[in-house]
């Protein structure tokens, strides 16, 4: 699989699946402009524990160009929904340990509700509706799990 996967250029929104540690710094210095107001930013880390157990990474694989159409569609949404003016969704793949990043979205709009809402929506989907995958490797072994909250 050749990596970075990017979506084409696009003045509005920046998409990118990456082997590569992500930076949330890019994906602010994307979305700023001087008619937001407001920007959110979710930062989803690997943890310590899941179920009980002590997680020791997280290995995250997809498949690439249907996760970035998927990902432009949730986009999309959220730009015809909410009054935003910018989005970033940017998702680790390949093996990331405790604290790693995995996934970094940032959006801007003119009032926070908007920047909120929209960035809200953009990970819940994302997790239930986007083809990529995660292996969480414990002290004890290994085991799928699905994306979904």
Known sequence: MRLPFYHP???DSMIELSDKPLSFSKALKH??????????IFIGTVRDNAAGRKVVALEFEAYGKMALLELEKIVGHAQATWPVEKVAVLHALG????????????????HRDAAFTACRYIIDTLKQTVPIWKKELFEDGEEWVSAHP
């Open 9 to 11: 250029s696009a003045e």
């Open 95 to 110: 093996r990331l340990e405790v604290g790693g990043v995995a996934v970094v979205i940032a959006v801007s709009a003119a």
């Open 31 to 40: 979305v700023r402009s001087h008619g937001s107001g407001g920007i959110d």
